[in-house]
Structure formats: C-alpha cells, structure tokens
C-alpha cells in the first residue's frame, strides 16, 4: 500500500458493526501487530505462551457471543481497522454486571478516530447488554489509550504497581472504570445478564 492510498483510506467514512467469523484473520493480524511491536496493552503485559491462532480467536468469539458479551469491528472502505469486545471483569456470579475490554486499532490507521468510533459503541452496546460497570487496565505508559478512555467517560480508579514486565522493566498499570446505565445507583434488570 503506498503512502497516499493509505493516507487517502484514513479518511474514509468509519462503520462500527459487530463483528463476523470472516473478521477472525483481520482481527488477529492488528493483535499480533501490537504484539510483536510491544505496544502497551492488557495480554502483552504477560508472557504470552502460545500465539493466538484463528481458531482460538474464533472460540473466544463464540464464546462471548453466547454469553451476550459484545463483539465489534471498526470497517473503513470494506477493510477492518479496528476492534473492540468485552469479557467477563471477573467469573464469580458476584461480579456478573461487570465487564471488562480490550480495543485494538490498526497500525496503518491510529490516531484516526477509529478508537473514537469503536469505545462509545462498544460502552452502548454493554449498557444495552444490561452490564453495569465497565473497566479498562491501561499501561502506565499507554498515553493514547488513557486520554481515548478519559474521552469516554472513564475515570482513574487505581493503578496497579510494578505488575506487568515488558522488555525486562516493571510496569504499572492504570484501571480505569465507568459506569453504565444507572451504574451502582439502582438495582439490575435480573433478567439481562447471566
Ligand atoms: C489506544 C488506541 C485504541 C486509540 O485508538 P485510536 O483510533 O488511535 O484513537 P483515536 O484516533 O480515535 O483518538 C481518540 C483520542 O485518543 C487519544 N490519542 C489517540 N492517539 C494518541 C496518541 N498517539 N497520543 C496521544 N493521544 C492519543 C487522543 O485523546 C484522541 O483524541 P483527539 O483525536 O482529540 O486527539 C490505539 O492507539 C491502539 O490500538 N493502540 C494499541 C493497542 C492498545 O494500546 N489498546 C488499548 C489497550 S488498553
């Protein structure tokens, strides 16, 4: 792709839709970049012992669809730039109104209003969901992710000392939380969320 197209591309209109099996490979070629380049995110700040192959990414998929756990792709002129989805913040039934995410822009098209397109969607289509908080871990260092989820209405509840290694460092990581809907304000819609 030369310089120009790519830069005509970034200009596109953005669509946000959920995503399909077919994205699968689109998916895992952005996540293997941000891998391989060290860029701050939530699974590359653990050793990750296997890479991520199709078929885990397309039972992972299935696995949140099931449980009603949103699943979105960013398209840009009939191309995937960017994804986002939701899992479970932790498995106890205690905690089951609560979910946390992973967002993922491609490298060709960061800093484009991808993450812009995609975080508020994915918020909405959680609330929809019946979930009530939604929560963010964000490398200390991960200066476009922090400002892109303070965008949207997350705010700083902790950090997380010293608790990834990355290049041989100890890294800190921000959690960062919002509430949605009416958060901690009234009870739940019992029948929603499983
Ligand atoms: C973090 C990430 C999702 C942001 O998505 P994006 O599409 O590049 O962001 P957008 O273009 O929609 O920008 C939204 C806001 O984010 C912030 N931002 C984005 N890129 C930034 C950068 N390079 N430096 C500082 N702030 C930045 C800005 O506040 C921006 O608002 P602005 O356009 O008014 O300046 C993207 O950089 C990414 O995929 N990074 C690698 C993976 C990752 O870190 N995921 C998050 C794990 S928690």
């Not at 995503?19 to 952005?30: N, R, T, Y």
């Amino acid at each position: 792709m030369s310089e120009n197209q790519a830069t005509e591309e970034r200009v596109l209109p953005l669509l946000v839709r959920p995503s399909a099996e077919g994205d699968v490979p689109a998916m895992l070629a952005i996540y293997e970049h941000h891998i391989r380049q060290g860029e701050p995110d939530l699974d590359a700040q653990f050793a990750m012992p296997e890479p991520l192959h199709d078929e885990d990414l397309k039972r992972r998929r299935k696995n949140m669809l099931r449980r009603r756990l949103p699943h979105l792709v960013a398209e840009r002129g009939n191309m995937v730039v960017g994804y986002a989805y939701a899992v479970p913040f932790r498995k106890r039934p205690a905690y089951r109104y609560a979910v946390k995410h992973s967002i993922y822009v491609h490298p060709g098209h960061l800093h484009s209003g991808v993450g812009r397109a995609l975080l508020p969607a994915l918020v909405e289509a959680c609330a929809e969901a019946g979930y009530r908080q939604m929560f963010a871990y964000v490398d200390a260092s991960n200066v476009a992710s922090r400002s892109l989820h303070e965008a949207f209405g997350f705010r700083l509840v902790g950090v997380l000392e010293g608790v990834g290694l990355k290049f041989g460092r100890w890294t800190d990581s921000l959690l960062l939380q919002r509430p949605l809907g009416a958060g901690a304000d009234s009870p739940p819609d019992y029948s929603r969320t499983t």
